[in-house]
């Protein structure tokens, strides 16, 4: 295990008579557009290596930059030879490859490196050298604040406590590239990668070699010139991917072969290393599946949940959201809407990019349902899995509108979760978390109420059957009943009592069966035979049961709705967890005929399928259908930007109220045209044809 030392002034260092650093020392660049930065950062480079040096060279590698950067070095080149040195890909091949590439031309016995954009000062090298001993391997920076914007520190606090979480890898900064390292501590092998989780091999590398380790705070500045690469979603879906490919090359094969350390494990416990190719797997097919929706144009009711937003999302205005019989039951919702637009205005891809991740998070709480014993960690791993990537409840991840599904169904499995773990260990804070999950629940939408007769049924299911635990449950009827007391109240002002769109006389039987039918299709009705005639265990059969029931009781809610002759796709979100279990339970059934036949080759080649089943209909289908779902409000825009006066409209597929949201938001209320739409308007000699086959409400 690498030794993390604490250096002062006073421990041996390896200087000279005149306090120069004795052993050589390679200094290089990685640099990709940075033409602007280099001359001052060469500069101050050469000035400090001068005076802290008695050897030494410098390198930049010019990652097949489109700016400038190649003029700059030649002309720096005639400034700083023969101690500088320019390495030139002739395309750009990423940040590993300029760093692969970086450590092969070093020469010295130490290498420091550090981005050619200026972020960071080279002048700090002279405390690096001064931690270096006879045993130091690497001597790591670490930002003393990271100067960047606000989701830029978020995206980079999330990587670097996820990839040491990971990897076990203990410096504190992976993502401070200001590295000093010892060139026979470096193994050239073990770096593969030509993105940012290089610095995750590079690191664990040398910290599993047993090499000394110490850590400097560095100061981290503004970038002045150009954009970072990595912070676009190309690169970071590229440094995903290359992630799970070094977990799968250092940890998981390792592990699977036996010649990993995995940690003992129980039957209702998973290994470190298990969670962690999990939560891996579970991240990365939920990007494999929904990462090309994240380019979508805002569509329809996305431009009304920004409105309201704006109308009642300040705490200001939460006053005026509580009298609202409607909108209070979107209130979570309402309010994340309103922080997101604070926090980057209106940029569909934010907005995308936070339904995405609502999606991830859900799916990880269907992976942390195996901690109830029924269904246990190998059907739960599973269950997320196919959850994170099925298409089935598509519209509820891609479209921003349909955000309160994802709130409601956090709150509700989380509660479920908080509700089944008080069941086993009797705390009271978990009876409280329950009920608190119920509360922010219903303030996410009227369907969150399914949480009460799901808790009974885990009752009912659960080993032992605790029906004592039943009266626990009396809060969240009372405060169930009080709800819709409250919203039945002000039906007169509530949009649903008076639209059509929700009726108690509604044929909800035909709906049920409808929407159960549609969910299963295809994978659940090839999955449920082979578990039920996979001659279960009665836990198992029991598990069957559960998984149908939540399905029954998570549609119900919607099957009163009147306007289609099924549950939307939005709407099946919370029950398609149940239609994931069934196929995890399939899954592992057809594991035991395929080891029985001794042909395990087929599960894996059954899951490809199922994969590029899902994952190509919403590539190819789905996603032309919310290009064509979105045009009408883009192409209303683009005429909007044209025309100062009045816009006839011979059919618009949505509302009124859409329109006016979209030109509103978008222009501004009082530097708009008009947008007139009717009979009468209609015939208008300019009048605009916005319909189209996908978009909701088109002609017919």
Wanted: hydrophobic fraction near 50%; aromatic fraction near 14%; charge should be positive.
């Amino acid at each position: 295990m690498s030794s993390y030392s604490a250096a002062t002034s006073a421990d041996v260092i390896l200087t000279d008579s005149q306090g120069r650093f004795t052993p050589g020392i390679s200094v290089f660049f990685p640099a990709y557009n940075d033409a602007p930065s280099l001359p001052m950062l060469l500069e101050r480079t050469f000035e400090m290596l001068r005076r802290v040096a008695s050897d030494y060279e410098v390198i930049v590698i010019n990652d097949g930059s489109s700016d400038a950067t190649a003029a700059v070095l030649e002309r720096l080149l005639e400034q700083y030879a023969p101690q500088l040195q320019i390495v030139t890909h002739d395309r750009n091949r990423g940040y590993g490859a300029a760093l692969r590439s970086g450590f092969t031309a070093a020469t010295k016995e130490f290498i420091f490196y550090t981005d050619g954009d200026g972020q960071y000062d080279p002048l700090e090298l002279e405390s690096l050298l001064r931690q270096v001993r006879p045993d130091t391997g690497l001597v790591n920076g670490y930002k003393i604040e990271r100067s960047d914007p606000w989701h830029r520190v978020a995206i980079g606090w999330v990587y670097n406590r996820f990839a040491r979480w990971l990897f076990r890898i203990q410096i504190r900064d992976i993502d401070c590239d200001f590295r000093l390292i010892r060139r026979e501590a470096l193994d050239l092998a073990a770096l593969r990668s030509t993105g940012g989780a290089i610095c995750v091999e590079l690191v664990r590398s040398l910290e599993l070699n047993s090499n000394a380790v110490a850590e400097v705070p560095v100061h981290h500045y503004e970038r002045q010139h150009g954009r970072s690469q990595f912070f676009r979603v190309r690169s970071l879906l590229t440094t995903l991917l290359e992630m799970f490919a070094v977990f799968l090359r250092l940890v998981a094969m390792p592990t699977l072969r036996g010649t990993g350390q995995p940690e003992t494990s129980t039957p209702f416990r998973l290994t470190r290393s298990q969670a962690a190719l999990t939560i891996l797997s579970i991240i990365l097919l939920s990007l494999l599946a929904y990462a090309r929706a994240l380019g979508l144009p805002f569509i329809a009711d996305d431009y009304i949940q920004i409105q309201l937003g704006r109308q009642y999302g300040p705490i200001d205005k939460w006053a005026a959201l509580s009298h609202d019989a409607l909108y209070r039951c979107r209130a979570t919702s309402i309010v994340l809407t309103y922080w997101l637009e604070h926090a980057v205005g209106l940029v569909p891809v934010y907005y995308n990019f936070a339904s995405l991740v609502l999606h991830i998070v859900n799916a990880l709480l269907v992976f942390a349902l195996g901690l109830w014993r029924p269904v246990g960690w190998r059907m739960s791993a599973l269950a997320a899995c196919f959850f994170a990537f099925s298409q089935r409840h598509n519209e509820a991840v891609i479209w921003f509108a349909a955000v309160p599904e994802l709130l409601v169904f956090f709150f509700v499995l989380a509660g479920f979760l908080f509700w089944v773990q008080w069941i086993n260990l009797r705390a009271p804070l978990f009876y409280a978390s329950a009920l608190a999950c119920f509360i922010l629940g219903l303030l996410s939408k009227e369907s969150a109420v399914v949480l009460v007769p799901l808790c009974a049924v885990a009752v009912l299911f659960h080993t032992g059957r605790p029906i004592r635990r039943l009266w626990g449950l009396i809060p969240f009827t009372i405060l169930a009943f009080g709800y819709f007391w409250v919203d039945y109240a002000a039906r007169a002002t509530h949009l649903h009592f008076n639209d059509g769109t929700f009726s108690l006389n509604a044929p909800f039987l035909m709906t049920m069966v409808r929407s159960i039918w549609g969910l299963l299709w295809v994978w659940g009705f090839v999955f449920l035979p082979v578990a039920l005639f996979s001659r279960p265990a009665r836990e198992e059969r029991n598990f069957l049961v559960f998984s149908g029931a939540w399905m029954v009781i998570t549609l119900l809610p919607y099957s009163f709705l009147t306007y289609m002759p099924r549950v939307p796709s939005r709407h099946t979100y919370m029950a398609s967890m149940g239609l994931s279990l069934i196929v995890a339970a399939g899954l592992l059934a057809f594991r035991q005929y395929a080891t029985k036949w001794h042909k395990v080759w087929m599960v894996p080649s059954v899951i490809l399928v199922i994969i590029l089943h899902q994952c190509g209909y919403l590539w190819t289908v789905k996603h032309r259908q919310y290009l064509q779902r979105a045009q009408p409000t883009e192409e209303l825009l683009r005429v909007a930007k044209k025309r100062r006066t009045e816009i006839h409209a011979k059919c618009f597929p949505y509302s009124q109220y859409v329109a006016e949201a979209a030109l509103d938001l978008t222009l501004g209320a009082s530097d708009r045209p008009k947008f007139l739409t009717g009979t009468e308007f209609a015939q208008k000699p300019d009048a605009i044809d916005f319909c189209n086959e996908s978009a909701y409400g088109s002609r017919q």
